[in-house]
């Protein structure tokens, strides 16, 4: 196993216990015009932990200066020992930076796997809210749902370009609903209000994961409330808080 290159990842991934690993860039693509899939090679299958997990990557900030921050995992092959994260660039920060400059054959640490939202296995239906940031996570939730279920995607993009798809079971029914953001801003929530109003919920009981800007995930968790889910049924991460950089846990700021 590669050693990382910074003693900082060793020390975290033993507080977390889980796994630090220096990873090397296998590919990087740009998807569409704001996700770029970045491949890395290493201890995949570990790293990569279940579906709704992340990995922490650390990014430099300036020079000399390091900071980490979360991404999903889209997708594991075990067989190449790879892993792909999906990274908006639609902003400018040091990951969004860094997804965008990333050479294959590049080291970068990795501790992982992180995250404690995994698919309610209980759920009839898994309802999914979010933005292009949240869509790797959203693709690779629904590929685990066992069959036969039901998947829908309320999704904002900044782009039409950014309507990526993906494969499921024949039998898994899929709605999806891609929302263009117009120019608003990434803390309004009118765009995905109005996708969420477009769609009735099913009357069994269904699951739902809102992942994306701190403010608009809280605005639609108040929503899901108040079309009757309970909070048990509602998983919300906050993925980034507009106008702050996320911390060096590679979180935003759960501050008021
Ligand atoms: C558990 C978890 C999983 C995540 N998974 C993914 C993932 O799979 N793909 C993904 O793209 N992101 C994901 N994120 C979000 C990502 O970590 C943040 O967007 C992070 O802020 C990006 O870091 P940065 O250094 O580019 O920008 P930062 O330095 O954190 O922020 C710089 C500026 O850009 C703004 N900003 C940051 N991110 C965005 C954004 N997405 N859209 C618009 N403005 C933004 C900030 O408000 C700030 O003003 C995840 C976050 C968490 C906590």
């Known amino acids: 196993m590669a050693v990382p290159r ?3 990842s060793v020390d975290l991934a033993a507080r977390l216990k889980v796994l ?3 990873c090397v860039v296998a ?12 491949v890395l090679q290493g201890d995949a299958v570990v790293l990569a932990g279940v579906a709704g997990n992340d990995v922490m990557v650390l990014v430099e900030t300036g020079e000399r200066t390091l900071t980490r921050r979360r991404f999903s995992v889209r997708a594991v092959d075990a067989d190449n020992d790879t892993f792909s ?6 902003h ?5 930076r860094w997804a965008r400059s990333a050479v294959v054959g590049d080291s970068v640490d990795i ?4 995250g404690k939202i995994p698919l309610d296995d209980s759920a009839d239906w898994h309802l999914f809210v979010g933005d292009v940031a949240s869509l790797g996570s959203f693709y690779r939730m629904a590929q685990s749902i066992e069959v036969p279920g039901r998947a829908i995607f309320i999704v904002e993009l900044d782009s039409p370009g950014d309507a990526l798809t ?4 024949d039998e898994l029914g899929v709605t999806a609903i891609f929302v263009d953001r117009d120019g608003r801003s990434p803390d309004d929530s009118a765009g995905l209000m109005s996708g969420l109003a477009a769609f009735t919920l099913p009357p069994d009981e269904g699951h739902a994961y809102l992942f994306g800007e701190y403010h608009v995930m809280h605005a639609i968790k108040t929503a899901m409330l108040d079309r009757g889910l309970r909070s048990e049924q509602i998983s919300l991460k906050a993925f980034y808080r507009v106008g702050q950089s996320n911390g060096p846990n590679g979180e935003p700021s759960k501050d008021l």
Not at 111 to 114: A, K, Q, S
Not at 166 to 169: Q, S
């Open 6 to 8: 910074h003693q900082s």
């Open 20 to 22: 630090a690993r220096s």
């Open 27 to 38: 590919a990087r693509t740009s998807l569409s015009p704001s996700l770029v899939e970045v």
């Open 85 to 90: 994260l999906w990274i908006s660039t639609t």
């Open 92 to 96: 400018d920060g040091p990951a969004a």
């Open 111 to 114: 501790v992982g796997p992180r």
């Open 166 to 169: 993906a494969t499921f079971d």
